[in-house]
């Protein structure tokens, strides 16, 4: 009987453990779940051209190609670029998807909108995480603080 009581005890407890961690909003956006998504997500290339590589030497990544979410992609009226002075919305997700020179991604830059503000990452298709989403972003928004003003996406400016 103790024996019952402490088993019923132990799974009420992990029951309990399970939940909290499932209410945590801010796991969905963790450096894996991410990863999931731009795996997993349906995406819109930039201006429609899944063929391209964009050249990346003004950046520090390489060439590179771009792809959105469809929310994103929607907000993305002004010749398949964002308009001037305005912002993505929340859940915008935007995936640079970086080459080597065999056709074969590297990593992916990315940045994820939420609440307001860009979730900025790297990580590599073997789930390295180069720079995670919990790391101050400031080295990542100093450099896409650029003029242009279309919400620090700065592919906007080059091409
Ligand atoms: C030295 C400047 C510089 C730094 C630092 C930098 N970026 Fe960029 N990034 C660029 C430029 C320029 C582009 C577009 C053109 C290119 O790649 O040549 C770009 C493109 C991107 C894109 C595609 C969307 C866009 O804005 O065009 C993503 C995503 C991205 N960077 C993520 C990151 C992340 C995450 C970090 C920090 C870990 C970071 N970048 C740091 C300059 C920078």
Known sequence: MKYLILFVVLI??????????????????SDFALLDSINMGSFTYYKNDPATFLPGTIGPHGPY??????????????NGKLPVGKSMPNGSFIVKDIYDGNNEIT??????????????????????????????????????SQTGNRDLVTTFNFH
Do not use: Q
């Not at 399970?18 to 209410?23: D, E, G, L, M």
């Not at 190609?65 to 002004?78: M, P, S």
């Not at 860009?118 to 450099?143: D, Q």
């Open 12 to 29: 009420i407890v992990l029951i309990s453990c399970t939940k909290k961690v499932a209410k945590d909003p801010n796991l969905a956006y």
């Open 107 to 144: 990593l992916y830059a990315f940045m994820y909108k939420y609440s307001g503000s860009w979730l900025w990452g790297e990580i590599k298709p073997n789930k390295e995480v180069l720079y995670s989403v919990y790391r101050n972003p400031s080295t990542c928004i100093n450099c896409h």
């Open 65 to 78: 190609k771009l792809r959105f979410n469809k929310t994103g992609f929607n907000a993305l009226t002004d």
